[in-house]
């Protein structure tokens, strides 16, 4: 039976890379003799313009009882300067299917790519797991008074013990699983004590059942200075919402750019989302700049959670080989556009 994914471009540069992942993982799946069956969402700012909501109540519903899965673009729209629609999409899909773990790879594909001086592809080569479902994005705060000298804003970070747990378990778990080294967990404890308790707290105590893993903390503005003195040292890295949102920029940012940098939305076993870590880029539309790289490697950490890591393994394969051979994208280089890259990774699966 064919599986159904349903496909949300999204706004600026999401619909034209999202469709370069999508014919790259169907050929891939295909080649693994599986059949996905394909729907597009008109989600987006246009959708939100025309009617006042960013998606249909009960469509998250809909995802998680009838889909594998959900590949997404991006979202942001300078028609939309607050954002209502981005929320209620991604933030959305990310809280109301629960998807816990967002798994962000950072790996350095191509030596000519590290900004880093004397570093090469052995040396960035990490997973953030940055926990996706509470911090400083459940929305929890108010503003009193505003637009006046007196206005007062609130935003609080919230954290359970069952979040911050089954984060940092996964993380273990993923370095047990992928023979990595060490999970290093990141926060701000000396600052945030109340919430970063919890976090050093319940990492001590996975920590203790693995005893095979090395586990260290830094807080998470060393952490960010590490990652560009030595990314050599971080395997996997756990951390809280807000400090995954950042430190996975900066990574990105180590391998090649955003152009490159790919994420799954995942709770195991259930319908998850796939995007890249970038956003709508707002620059690059109609340009045929966008590099449909970090897009069309979340649609292999797609086919990861399908079970289809061979499948998986060829698309990067083919998307190292691209880079190997320079015909890329302005960002990295090249002066090949979306298209014609989509177009070479395709061919390149055979
Ligand atoms: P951005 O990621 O869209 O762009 C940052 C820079 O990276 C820009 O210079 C852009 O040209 C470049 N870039 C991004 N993707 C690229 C690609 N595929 N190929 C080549 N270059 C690429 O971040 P921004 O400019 O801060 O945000 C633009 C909008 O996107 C905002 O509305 C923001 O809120 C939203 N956003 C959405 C997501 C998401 O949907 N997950 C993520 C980040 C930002
Ligand atoms: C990301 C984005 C989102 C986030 C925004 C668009 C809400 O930056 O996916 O990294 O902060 O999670
Ligand atoms: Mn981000």
């Keep these: 039976m064919a599986e159904r994914i349903a496909v949300i471009g999204g706004d600026g540069i999401g619909p034209e890379v999202t469709e370069q992942a999508r014919r790259i ?6 080649i693994a003799q599986r059949s996905l069956e394909w729907e597009e969402c008109p989600y987006g700012a246009d959708y939100y313009l025309e009617h006042g909501v960013g998606i249909e109540p009960g469509r998250f519903d809909d995802f998680r009882e009838h889909y594998a899965a959900i590949l997404f673009g991006a979202v942001g729209d300078p028609r939309v300067p607050d954002m209502a629609h981005g929320r209620e999409l991604l933030l959305g899909a990310r809280f109301q299917l629960d998807l816990y773990i967002n798994l962000r790879p950072i790996k350095l594909l191509d030596p000519r790519l590290c900004p ?5 592809v052995d040396d960035v080569d990490f ?27 609130q935003q609080t970070f919230v954290y359970t013990r069952r979040g911050v747990e089954r ?9 047990q699983r992928d023979g990595r080294k060490s999970v290093c967990m990141t926060d701000k404890a000396n600052a945030m004590r109340q919430g970063h308790e919890l976090w050093q707290r319940t990492f001590r105590e996975v920590a203790s059942e693995y005893p095979k893993i090395e586990s260290f903390h830094l807080y998470v503005d060393v952490a960010a200075m590490e990652l560009v003195r030595c990314p050599e040292r971080f395997d996997v890295i756990v951390t809280e919402n807000l400090f995954g949102d950042i430190l996975s920029d900066l990574g990105a940012s180590l391998q090649g750019g955003l152009g490159t940098a790919a ?34 490697m979340s649609g292999a950490i797609l086919l990861d959670h399908l079970g289809m890591s061979g499948a998986a393994r060829t698309v990067e394969q083919a998307v190292i080989d691209q880079l190997a051979s320079g ?19 395709l061919a390149r699966l055979g």
């Design 327 to 345: 015909e890329v994208t302005p960002d990295l280089g090249g002066n090949l556009n979306c298209v014609q890259v989509g177009d070479q990774i």
């Design 116 to 120: 880093l001086k004397d570093k090469g």
């Design 25 to 30: 993982v169907d050929r891939a799946a295909q």
């Design 127 to 153: 997973v953030i797991f940055r926990e996706n479902t509470e911090g400083g994005y459940v929305g929890v705060g108010g503003a009193v008074r505003p637009g006046t000298i007196h206005e007062v804003a």
């Design 263 to 296: 994420s799954g939305n995942i709770h195991p076993g259930r319908c998850s989302l796939f995007e890249p870590v970038h956003g709508s880029a707002p620059d690059l539309v109609g340009t045929g700049r966008a590099n449909p790289m970090a897009a069309i």
């Design 167 to 175: 984060i940092i378990r996964s993380a273990f778990e993923f370095a």
